[in-house]
C-alpha cells in the first residue's frame, strides 16, 4: 500500500484548488495562452488561479505516475474497486484531475491480471497507463464532453483486444466499451466528480468485461462509501451520488 513517507496508511489530500497558492481554481470559455508554473511551457490552457498559477498536464502528477504504476504492478488484488479505493486516499492524489484515470485504468487492468483468466502482462499495464496519460486531459470533461477516464478505459480494452485503426471487431468493441462508459458518467454528473467517475467507469468495465472478454470481475460492494465528499472544490453531489453518505462528511 502507498503511504505517506511515514510508513502509515495514506492520507487524503485536502489541496483542492491552486497547487502553488492554494486559491480557487478559475474556468475559462475561452483558453488564454499560460506558461507551466513547474516547466515554463507555454500552452493555451482553460484552467488557472487568480494569481495566473497554470500547470500543464505533463507536470500535473508527475511524481504520482510512478507510485500509482508501481502499485498496480505489484498488488495482488483482484478487486478493481479496492484498487482505486486505495490509490485514490493515497496523500497526493488530488480530489480532481486526471490522475484518477490512471487509478481507473491501471486498478481495472491489475483486476483482470490477478483473477487470471485472461493474460494480462506488466508490459500491457503499462501500455494501457501511457495511452491514458495520452488522452487523459485536465478539464476536458467538461471542455469537450469526454472525462479522461473514458479514454483510459478504452485503452484497456484496446490493448487487450489488440484493437488499432486497421482492426474491425476489436476497434468496434473498444468504441462501443467507450461509448458506455461515456454514457453511464454523463448520468453522474453536475458537477463532475472524478472520484465517482471512477466508481462508474469502473462498473461499467465490469460489466463488458463479462460481456466482451468472458471474465468475470468482482462488482462494487454495496457499502462503499466516499471519504472524500468534504473535498469537492465544486460542492458534492450529496444524496445525488450513489456513493455519499451523510457520515462521510462529518
Known sequence: MPDNGAGQHPKENNNVDCQVCGQKLEYFSIGKKLACYHCGKKEIGNISCPNGHYICDECHGKDLYDTIRDYIITTPSQNSFEVAEILMGYNKVPMLGCENAWIAAGAFMASLKNQGSITVT?????????????????????????????????????????????????????????????????????????????????????????????????????TLICSHSIRHPHGCRKSKCPYFKMVATL
Open 122 to 222: 506488466n508490459n500491457q499495464i503499462c501500455e494501457a497507463l501511457n495511452r491514458t496519460r495520452k488522452q487523459a486531459i485536465g478539464g476536458y470533461c467538461g471542455l469537450t464532453g469526454v472525462c479522461g477516464i473514458a479514454p483510459a478505459m478504452g485503452a484497456c480494452f484496446s490493448v487487450i483486444l489488440g484493437a488499432a485503426c486497421n482492426k474491425d471487431r476489436e476497434t468496434a468493441t473498444t468504441m462501443k466499451v467507450v461509448g458506455k462508459i461515456v454514457n453511464a458518467i454523463s448520468n453522474q454528473t453536475g458537477p463532475c466528480c472524478c472520484k465517482n467517475f471512477v466508481r462508474t467507469a469502473l462498473s461499467e468495465a465490469i460489466k463488458s468485461a463479462k460481456e466482451y472478454l468472458n471474465v468475470t470481475l468482482p462488482s462494487p460492494d454495496k
